[in-house]
């Protein structure tokens, strides 16, 4: 069964910026419409972070990630710019693809394993 792998998650500074990558295991082509970043901190409900049309659009984006926060797409990769970090974006960051262009988690069926995204002061 295909899963997510995501990279580039770790620990940074107040300020500071990360770019998350996602791929397909095994390099398969997948066929999903939608790609999106979620994330999760200790104690909290797994949160919309952005998503994107694979076929290109305009991406959507959670309020916190707004004016901060880049998703775009490239073959058969997803990535998540991540600028001006804060220690609320301190989470694990999943990515998730799915048919439908909806926020919820529920909207997506294949996920990765998360990448952890701390950020310190």
């Known amino acids: 069964q295909v899963q997510m792998v995501e990279s580039g998650g770790g620990s940074v500074q107040v300020g500071g910026s990360l770019r998350l990558s996602c791929s397909p295991s095994g390099g398969r082509m997948l066929s999903s419409s939608v790609w999106g970043w979620f994330r999760q901190a200790p104690g909290k409900d797994r949160e919309f972070v952005a998503l994107i049309r694979w076929r290109g659009g305009t991406p959507l984006y959670a309020d916190s990630a707004k004016g901060r926060f880049v998703i775009s797409s490239d073959k058969n990769t997803a990535y998540l710019q991540m600028f001006s970090l804060r220690p609320e974006d301190t989470a694990v960051y999943f990515c998730?693809?799915?048919?439908?262009?909806?926020?919820?988690?529920?909207?997506?069926?294949?996920w990765g394993q998360g990448t952890q995204v701390t950020v310190v002061s």
């Open positions: 998730a693809v799915g048919s439908h262009y909806e926020t919820s988690p529920r909207a997506f069926d294949t």
